[in-house]
């Protein structure tokens, strides 16, 4: 069976540093993995996706995420964090069938 | 605007009471899907539709039903509802149902609602 795991309910990071979001996957075939940003009172916003190709994956935001098959994992980073960039992130991925982690929840202090 | 639009955004009820849940899409989606948003546990497809006239069940569709006699939008009924139901919903959708692995979705704004 697949599964989308994120090991972190919650991160903490003081503004200006970099972040990591981690993310890993079960998956048999090669994945389709995602990222989305829920801040409060909105949906889920897109923010990458991963389907082939580079490792590393840049999108919105300045938020990058880079692919590594051996480790199963696919974690959300930036170099630089925002305390506007506190919100809900959720992991997505599969083969056949695309399954949400569990979200961790970003803090980022001033 | 091209968006997903769910009503109500906010809804308090009591046990038993039928209850029906709207989304509608403006981008001529094919694929339209319902999830239920819970703490610790992510978002959980409740029900999916292909294309006009074809649903289907997600993982979590005990006390759901879906309909889609249009494209543009994908009610969620729910008969008799239970304080278990209380939850975040969104919908969301994406142009084909391959496009869903490839792109991704969009979502609507969600819809919190509490049964009591």
Not at chain 1, 1 to 9: I, L, M, R
Not at chain 1, 16 to 26: D, F, R
Not at chain 2, 11 to 19: D, N
Not at chain 2, 47 to 52: A, F, G, I, Q, R
């Amino acid at each position: 069976a697949q599964s989308v795991a994120q090991p972190e309910d919650q991160v903490n990071v003081a503004e200006g540093n970099p972040l990591t979001v981690k993310c890993t996957y079960s998956v048999s075939g090669n994945p389709y993995l995602f990222w989305y940003v829920q801040y409060p009172n909105r949906g889920l916003q897109f923010l990458l996706k991963y389907i082939t190709g580079d490792n590393l994956v840049k999108g919105s935001y300045g938020f990058e995420a880079e692919f590594n098959k051996s480790q199963t994992s696919f974690h959300l980073k930036k170099p630089s964090a925002l305390v506007s960039d506190s919100a809900l992130y959720f992991c997505k991925g599969g083969y056949n069938k695309l399954i949400f982690g569990a979200g961790t929840r970003l803090a980022v202090h001033p | 605007e091209a968006q997903v639009t769910q009503n109500p955004r906010y809804l308090i009820t009591v046990t038993g009471k039928k209850l029906t849940v709207t989304c509608s899409q403006n981008m001529n989606h094919e694929y339209m899907s319902w999830y239920r948003q819970d703490p610790g546990l992510g978002l959980r497809q409740i029900y999916y539709s292909m294309n006009v006239e074809v649903t289907d069940k997600g993982d979590v569709p005990e006390g759901y039903k879906v309909s889609r006699k249009e494209k543009r939008n994908f009610p969620l009924i729910l008969e008799s509802p239970s304080p278990n139901q209380t939850s975040l919903y969104f919908c969301a959708s994406s142009l084909t149902p391959r496009d869903r692995f490839l792109y991704g979705y969009t979502f609507g704004s969600g819809t919190r609602l509490t049964v009591v």
